[in-house]
């Protein structure tokens, strides 16, 4: 995927994502890869963090994704973007 400029998602889903991840809430990621390829991860949320404006999520298994590539979370997709 070419790395476009981040688009920053709703507020109220990226309070919902840290409340899962307070919660260690086991929780299915479905995203968009590096190559535009449809993902489906089970994982924790173990961080949210910002680099270079650009927030993240990183996985109690180690993978990162950025948030505007998120398609949905437990079932939850994301709302439209500004």
Known sequence: MNE????PINCDYYDRLEA????????????????????????IIADLYTVNKAEYLRMD?????RLDRLLSVNGVPLPDRY
């Open 4 to 7: 476009k400029s981040y688009q």
């Open 20 to 43: 899962w991840a307070t919660m260690r809430t086991p929780s299915l990621l479905v995203f968009l890869d590096d190559n535009g390829d449809r993902q489906e991860v089970s994982a």
């Open 61 to 65: 298994n180690g993978l990162t994704v």
